[in-house]
Nanobody, 124 residues
Framework: QLQLVESGGGLVQPGKSLKLSCTAS????????IGWFRQAPGKEREGVFC????????NYDVSVKGRFAISRDNAKNTVYLQMNSLNPEDTAVYYC?????????????????WGQGTQVTVSS
């Protein structure tokens, strides 16, 4: 069974950091682009970052540029989202997904396999 599983979410104070993990089971991440998305209460799901199979990243949300970074460790079959300088507007459920192709698409509808999400809450 092909699965993506997110972990690392939680409650954090403004200004602090969290590192999310997206681990694949049932398939090898090496060949595929992986994207991170988030959905805040009452809002649509939005793209955050994507990393292609070569390790190049694509930013979908300018509000996280310079604060978030995406990386991958193919040996661990895992993609990470390092989130720094968190603020309450970053509160959301964070999801990872793959379009089952090497490069990051600009059409986010191309992502067709999703994890179950992990909650990130930024609050004092």
């Amino acid at each position: 069974q092909l699965q993506l599983v997110e972990s690392g979410g939680g409650l954090v104070q403004p200004g602090k950091s969290l590192k999310l993990s997206c681990t694949a089971s049932g398939f090898t991440l090496d060949y595929y682009a992986i994207g991170w998305f988030r959905q805040a209460p009452g809002k649509e799901r939005e793209g955050v970052f994507c990393i292609n199979n070569s390790g190049d990243d694509t930013n979908y949300d300018v509000s996280v540029k310079g604060r978030f970074a995406i990386s991958r460790d193919n040996a661990k079959n895992t993609v990470y989202l390092q989130m720094n300088s968190l603020n309450p507007e970053d509160t959301a459920v964070y999801y990872c997904a793959t379009p089952h192709r090497r490069n990051c698409p600009w059409d986010l509808a191309d992502f067709d396999s999703w994890g179950q999400g992990t909650q990130v809450t930024v609050s004092s």
